[in-house]
């Protein structure tokens, strides 16, 4: 049972424009939420997180918006650069469970110069 | 700060072999997670160690063990390899409660 769902495997979006990843999760423990960035033959680099008593987070041109009553989050990159092109992770920590992240699948971006 | 180191980056094996991976953390931090990669998965939670006590445990045949030495490094085995077991295995480091982990680059794995 994926507990974190990351439905959409790919997106591609114009230089400049906003990229907008979703990301749904079904346990209601979750507190903690992160976004990952990955390239190829890299490990995930951390990106933003959101503690579940937030509904926003914003760290530059990225934002993480948490809507609690819907499980579902979402992180904003505006604008998008090509650089920004890579596999992004959402991730989500249970109360109580210390370190133990649940990863989604990830989605591709794809960010068109 | 240095950051998460993994040794070795590649490594390649036979079926019933066994492997030992390494990683050393972050300094200071005290939490190392393993996480196994799979195309077409999102990574999976292999354990968790903090302080040298293994903390939690994810959904892993006992073929997949680990530890943690006092300096916080932490070396995963894998015990009679089999061909699923090829993967990218990522080393994650954080202070174990702030919630943010930060990643090596992994060792990837081959079994053939």
């Known amino acids: 049972d994926q507990q974190v769902k990351q439905n959409s495997p790919s997106l591609s979006v114009q230089e400049g424009r906003i990229s907008i990843l979703n990301c749904d999760y079904t346990n209601s423990m979750f507190d903690y939420f992160l976004w990952y960035k990955k390239y190829p033959a890299e490990g995930p680099t951390f990106l933003i997180s959101?503690?579940?008593?937030?509904d926003k987070n914003e760290d530059g041109r990225f934002t993480v918006f948490l809507n609690k009553s819907a499980k579902h989050l979402s992180l904003h990159i505006v604008p998008s650069q090509p650089g920004d092109s890579a596999v992004y992770f959402c991730a989500a920590r249970d109360t109580g469970a210390n370190s133990k992240l649940t990863f989604g699948k990830g989605i591709t971006l794809s960010v068109r110069p | 700060k240095a950051g998460v180191t993994q040794t070795p980056r590649y490594l390649i094996k036979t079926r019933g072999q066994q492997v030992t991976l390494s990683c050393s953390p972050i300094s200071g931090h005290r939490s190392v997670s393993w996480y196994q990669q799979t195309p077409g998965q999102g990574l999976q939670f292999l354990f968790e160690?903090?302080?040298?006590?293994?903390?939690n445990k994810g959904n892993f045949p006992g073929r997949f063990s680990g530890r943690q030495f006092s300096n916080s490094r932490s070396e995963m085995n894998v015990s009679t390899l089999e061909l699923g077991d090829s993967a990218l295995y990522l080393c994650a480091s954080s202070d174990g409660s702030s919630g943010e982990q930060y990643f090596g680059p992994g060792t990837r794995l081959t079994v053939t």
């Open positions: 959101i503690s579940s008593i937030k």
């Open positions: 160690y903090f302080s040298e006590t293994q903390r």
